[in-house]
């Protein structure tokens, strides 16, 4: 990719340039203007009553005045739920997310304090897997102003499956700096036998390109 190609891919707009990848379903109902996708990462569930139960942990750890919370869908990897709540002197501040919670038969997650966020594919066909990494990659850029995918590879072998994907993103200069573009491979290997999930993203920088006459200037 030339300089100008990489600074060309940083503008564009749409989220992700892969025709099949798969991003969250919305059900049949359309996200609002200033709704934005979310998942749960701390907890995977068995039955619509614990991810009920889920959400409602997750709406409280916002600190909401008063907040709603809405059944959209589910399909074999996840429920799905609408969250709107307002906080303390942001009565008029509406925030509304859609929130993605997984089956444990799915993909497991779990966090804790001493060992961080633990992921775990149980869905180990190849079709089930490419979707969950899908989901992934999606969540790692789609709240991310400038992130996009860009090209993604999946393989198989006896052991593990492999996905890459490439993304491209702005990084903004300082005080007298250009910004930069920025293109990545990120890796994530899973284990046939055991469902976890490595990710591979140091030294992940493939190129960086100067964008001129970006900088902010001192007044």
Same mark, same amino acid.
């Given at each position: 990719m030339t300089d100008e190609q990489l600074i060309e891919e940083v503008y564009k707009t749409n989220k992700i340039d892969v025709p099949d990848f798969h991003i969250p379903d919305d059900f049949g109902v359309s996200l609002g203007d200033k709704e934005s996708w979310q998942q749960s990462t701390t907890k995977s569930v068995s039955s619509i009553t614990d991810a009920e139960k889920?959400? /409602?942990?997750?709406?409280?750890?916002? #600190?909401?005045? =008063?907040? $709603?919370i809405d059944f959209i869908g589910e399909n074999d990897f996840y429920y799905e739920f609408r969250l709107a709540y307002t906080r303390e002197r942001?009565?008029? #501040? &509406?925030?509304?997310?859609? %929130?993605?919670?997984? /089956?444990?038969?799915?993909?497991? *997650?779990?966090? #804790?304090?001493? $060992?961080?966020?633990?992921?775990e594919i149980r869905a180990l066909d190849r079709d089930s897997v490419l979707h969950?990494? +899908? &989901?992934?990659?999606?969540? +790692? %850029? %789609? #709240?991310?102003?400038?992130?996009?995918? %860009?090209?993604?590879?999946? =393989?198989? $072998?006896d052991n593990e499956y492999i996905y890459i994907y490439y993304r491209v993103s702005i990084?903004?200069?300082?005080?007298?700096?250009?910004?930069?573009?920025?293109?990545? /491979?990120?890796k994530y290997v899973v284990d046939k036998a055991t469902g976890?999930?490595? *990710?591979?993203?140091?030294?992940?920088?493939? /190129?960086?390109?100067?964008? =001129?006459?970006?900088a902010k200037k001192f007044k």
């Open positions: 889920e959400i /409602k942990e997750f709406a409280s750890a916002q #600190n909401p005045v =008063e907040s $709603t942001e009565t008029g #501040n &509406l925030i509304s997310m859609r %929130i993605l919670v997984y /089956k444990e038969s799915a993909m497991f *997650c779990t966090f #804790n304090d001493q $060992t961080g966020y633990y992921f969950l990494l +899908d &989901l992934k990659a999606f969540f +790692d %850029i %789609i #709240n991310w102003d400038s992130a996009r995918i %860009i090209r993604r590879e999946f =393989e198989e $072998t990084t903004g200069g300082d005080w007298g700096l250009n910004d930069q573009a920025v293109i990545e /491979k990120i976890v999930i490595t *990710c591979y993203n140091e030294n992940s920088v493939f /190129k960086t390109v100067e964008i =001129e006459n970006t």
